[in-house]
T-cell receptor, first 114, second 112 residues
């Protein structure tokens, strides 16, 4: 595996379900990110982890709970979501957040909340 | 309020023409500027970045930065149908801090 991978690629869940999104980067980067991309809206930064420590929580509702066990893995735990949470969730990584390094994106998880 | 603005498009150009994509940003202290391309159903991929005023060329792509006008553009020469995608402008630094702030993207359609 190379680059940034995400699983699952598609997820349909009810509002009472609990599910988790997984991201893994094989680039040796130190920073990982979760973004939300909704139709006709800019990419919204949700969380930033630098060396496994959360450095940014962009006013994300508590029904989204991130977890970063190590620099290569990032999870987004979902519970009691709302239909408006349906979107493409993108994971990204970079060497470190403070530099001018580009961010590499995973393929995303298309989430539908019924 | 931190803002990065782009025309949503769609911008339609004939094959072989020059496509010009524009982006404005609100924070004069911004330092780094990136252009990403996103094909439908795919994730964004970096095309170019620029830090200094002026032009930066890479193959058929030229990024232009004018910090005084808070304006960055991407020119695509000899446009191909395979260039049809959404182009995202991203800004970093200044009040934007260490994280990227993305514009809404411009959808480009190159007509054969």
């Amino acid at each position: 595996e190379t680059g940034v991978t995400q699983t699952p690629r598609h997820l349909v869940m009810g509002m009472t379900n609990k599910k988790s999104l997984k991201c893994e980067q094989h680039l040796g980067h130190n920073a990982m990110y979760w973004y939300k991309q909704s139709a006709k809206k800019p990419l919204e930064l949700m969380f930033v982890y630098n060396f496994k420590e959360q450095t940014e929580n962009n006013s994300v509702p508590s029904r989204f709970s991130p977890e970063c066990p190590n620099s290569s893995h990032l999870f987004l735990h979902l519970h009691t979501l709302q239909p408006e949470d349906s979107a493409l969730y993108l994971c990204a990584s970079s060497q470190e957040p403070s530099g001018d390094d580009e961010q590499f994106f995973g393929p995303g998880t298309r989430l539908t909340v019924l | 309020q931190k803002e990065v603005e782009q025309n949503s498009g769609p911008l339609s150009v004939p094959e072989g023409a020059i496509a010009s994509l524009n982006c404005t940003y609100s924070d004069r202290g911004s330092q780094s500027f990136f252009w990403y391309r996103q094909y439908s159903g795919k994730s964004p991929e970096l095309i170019m970045f620029i830090y200094s005023n002026g032009d930066k060329e890479d193959g058929r792509f030229t990024a232009q930065l004018n910090k005084a006008s808070q304006y960055v553009s991407l020119l695509i020469r000899d446009s191909q149908p395979s260039d049809s995608a959404t182009y995202l402008c991203a800004v970093k630094g200044g009040d934007y801090g260490q994280n990227f702030v993305f514009g809404p993207g411009t959808r480009l359609s190159v007509l054969p």
